[in-house]
């Protein structure tokens, strides 16, 4: 889980952008994104809070994580 005490609020940003980037979103893609898992509508990643960069990195970490464990399990 992402804590806000982990990194600066610009270093997360960065972070969840990196995870997106790997993830091949498009930027229509990460509005959407963070429109799901925040519940409101979002003009752009930059108008977001620390928080929700956080829960957003949170989601995006955890989508990580299941898949490096899927691929482990995989014949």
């Given at each position: 889980m992402?804590?806000e005490?982990?990194g600066?609020?610009?270093?997360?940003?960065r972070?969840?952008?990196?995870?997106a980037?790997s993830?091949?979103?498009?930027?229509?893609d990460?509005?959407?994104l963070?429109?799901?898992?925040?519940?409101r509508?979002?003009?752009?990643w930059?108008?977001l809070?620390d928080?929700e960069?956080?829960?957003?990195?949170?989601?995006?970490?955890?989508?990580?994580?299941?898949?490096?464990l899927?691929?482990?399990h995989?014949?």
């Amino acid at each position: 889980m992402a804590s806000e005490t982990q990194g600066t609020p610009e270093a997360r940003r960065r972070k969840a952008r990196l995870y997106a980037q790997s993830w091949g979103l498009t930027r229509d893609d990460r509005i959407s994104l963070a429109e799901t898992l925040l519940w409101r509508d979002v003009d752009s990643w930059k108008s977001l809070t620390d928080a929700e960069v956080s829960r957003l990195l949170d989601a995006l970490e955890g989508a990580a994580l299941i898949q490096h464990l899927v691929r482990l399990h995989q014949p």
